[in-house]
C-alpha cells in the first residue's frame, strides 16, 4: 500500500515549515541574535525562508547537494533558504 501523492505533499509542508521554526528558534535561543519581533519574527521568517529555499532547490541540486528521500524534501536548499533569510533580517536589524 502506497502512501497518496496529496499526503506526502502536506507532510513535506510540515517538514519544511518545522525546519524554518527550528532554524529561527537556533537563531534567537542559541546564537543569541537580535532580530525583528524576536522569537516570533525569527520563526515566521525561518519558515518563509524555508518554504522559499524549496524554489531554489534545482540550482542546489545541480551543485550535488541534492538528498533524494521519500518526502521530496531538500534539507539542505529548506536550511538554507531559512538561514540566509534570518542573516538578512537580522541586518536589517541592526540599521
Request: glycine share 12%; proline share 2%.
Amino acid at each position: 500500500m502506497s502512501i497518496p501523492q496529496w499526503l506526502l505533499q502536506i507532510i513535506s509542508l510540515l517538514v519544511k515549515i518545522l525546519v524554518g521554526v527550528g532554524s529561527g528558534f537556533f537563531v534567537v535561543k542559541v546564537l543569541k541574535k537580535e532580530i525583528i519581533g524576536h522569537l516570533w519574527g525569527a520563526i515566521i521568517i525561518g519558515v518563509i525562508g524555508s518554504i522559499l529555499g524549496s524554489f531554489i532547490d534545482p540550482i542546489i541540486a545541480k551543485m550535488g547537494f541534492l538528498i533524494t528521500n521519500d518526502l521530496n524534501v531538500n534539507f539542505v536548499a529548506a536550511f538554507l533558504g531559512a538561514f540566509v533569510l534570518i542573516w538578512v533580517f537580522t541586518k536589517l536589524g541592526h540599521q
